[in-house]
């Protein structure tokens, strides 16, 4: 149970040209999910959150207009790298959280973004 | 505001032997703590979580960790290292009220023969 998926696993774009990466749970709904980056060896990094329905809150220094994020159902959310420039390349990674264990995030394997 | 710091980058065990991976969090009130694990070209998978129920928690695959207060700890141990448990490891702690979780930097685990 508690299966997150993502797809891409891999994308590779051209500078200037927007990505769309879809979240999935596949076995609960996910009232709640959540957006991270991942640098090479590095920790992950929270981008945003977003519940079902409504805006995604951003943290600190993550540009609203460059990463949309679209959490329309309680099972799809979706992060559009938009205009995407080389330094956006990176590991992104989202979890969802819900209902029957409202405390722990369930993480999906992960979309490597590559942009040239 | 929490944190946590994990004490070691790398760490590097013979198979059979025990296993420890140190962290020290930082929470002005009774935090929620947990153990994640990476796997290359996988996602994080829970290993075993801590939100102030019993202070020995068993979580999968054999790990458990302690949760001390006096020290300010969240330690993985497992008695046994197996070739499979190579990989990252994450102590994370939850944000309060929030759900936001903020993750150590990682520490990754490296199993010999």
């Known amino acids: 149970g508690a299966v997150v998926s993502q797809h891409p696993s891999r994308v590779i774009c051209k500078s200037g040209t927007s990505v769309k990466i879809e979240c999935r749970s596949l076995d609960f709904q996910a009232t709640t999910m959540f957006w991270y980056r991942q640098f090479p060896k590095q920790s992950l990094m929270l981008m945003a959150t977003?519940?079902?329905?409504?805006?995604?809150?951003?943290e600190q220094g993550v540009e609203k207009d460059k990463f949309l994020i679209n959490h329309a159902s309680l099972t799809l959310s979706t992060l559009t790298v938009t205009s995407a420039h080389p330094e956006d390349s990176s590991f992104y990674i989202c979890?969802?959280?819900?209902?029957?264990?409202?405390?722990?995030?369930?993480f999906g394997p992960g979309t490597r973004l590559t942009v040239l | 505001a929490q944190s946590v710091t994990q004490l070691d980058s790398h760490v590097s065990v013979s198979e059979g032997t025990p296993v420890l991976l140190r962290c020290n969090y930082s929470?002005?009130?009774?935090?929620?703590l947990f153990w994640y694990v990476q796997h290359p070209n996988k996602g994080l998978q829970l290993l075993l979580k801590?939100?102030?129920?019993?202070?020995l928690v068993k979580g999968i695959n054999g790990f458990e960790a302690e949760f001390k207060k006096s020290e300010t700890s969240f330690h993985l141990t497992k008695p046994s290292a197996h070739m499979s448990d190579a990989a990252e490891y994450f102590c994370v702690v939850r944000s309060g009220g929030y759900n936001k979780l903020i993750f150590g930097a990682g520490t990754r685990l490296a199993v010999h023969p």
């Open positions: 801590y939100t102030s129920a019993a202070t």
């Open positions: 979890s969802a959280m819900g209902a029957p264990s409202t405390d722990t995030q369930y």
């Open positions: 977003s519940n079902e329905g409504s805006k995604a809150t951003y």
């Open positions: 929470s002005s009130y009774s935090p929620s």
